[in-house]
T-cell receptor
């Protein structure tokens, strides 16, 4: 089944403890992206990648890192999480870098930083 | 960057009525406008989109209209059903490789 898989679905951690949220797609998509969703703020892009080894900042990149070593994987890394990074995170992918390609979203990761 | 305003933030309609959600954007170069639906606890999913070379697009009970001069576009849902209850996000393309999303509209369809 074609899908974007995120793990974990739920994560509770403490301030300063490094964590990684994994994202993998099996559709051979070029473009991958991370969003955070907060009440009243909608979906805001954190980072995106147009291909392997090509990543760029979105609107809210502070406090996050990403890597794209393989086409299928795009992990989101929080080196030193803080409470303001408590949010619902979505990974998404699309076939190409064209902005009018359909985005396929993962099932989301609810992160709580205490 | 692109600013996408979405209204209303919440909308309650009775089953069978129509629902309209409006979005405005600021970048005149935007040329792609998708709508995503997010059911409670689920992931956003594309339901309809429109490109700047057309003014209206329909898919069964949903339609999107675009007014490029006024820089606004709208989602219309007719004959609403309880399963239409969800959060709806509009988005507009930027000059780069990204979409800017509106803040979302929570639609509740009551039986």
């Amino acid at each position: 089944e074609a899908q974007v898989t995120q793990n974990p679905r739920y994560l509770i951690t403490v301030t300063g403890k490094k964590l990684t949220v994994t994202c993998s797609q099996n559709m051979n998509h070029e473009y991958m992206s991370w969003y955070r969703q907060d009440p009243g703020l909608g979906l805001r892009q954190i980072y995106y990648s147009m291909n392997v080894e090509v990543t760029d900042k979105g609107d809210v990149p502070e406090g996050y890192k990403v890597s794209r070593k393989e086409k299928r994987n795009f992990p989101l890394i929080l080196e030193s999480p803080s409470p303001n990074q408590t949010s619902l995170y979505f990974c998404a992918s699309s076939l190409s870098r064209r902005v009018d390609e359909k985005l396929f979203f993962g099932s989301g990761t609810q992160l709580s930083v205490l | 960057g692109e600013n996408v305003e979405q209204h209303p933030s919440t909308l309650s309609v009775q089953e069978g009525d129509s629902a309209v959600i409006k979005c405005t954007y600021s970048d005149s170069a935007s040329n792609y406008f998708p709508w995503y639906k997010q059911e409670l606890g689920k992931r956003p999913q594309l339901i309809i989109d429109i490109r700047s070379n057309v003014g209206e697009k329909k898919d069964q009970r949903i339609a999107v209209t675009l007014n490029k001069t006024a820089k606004h576009f709208s989602l219309h849902i007719t004959e609403t059903q309880p399963e239409d209850s969800a959060v709806y996000f509009c988005a507009a393309s930027t000059s780069g490789y990204a979409l800017n999303f509106g803040k979302g509209t929570s639609l509740l369809v009551t039986p």
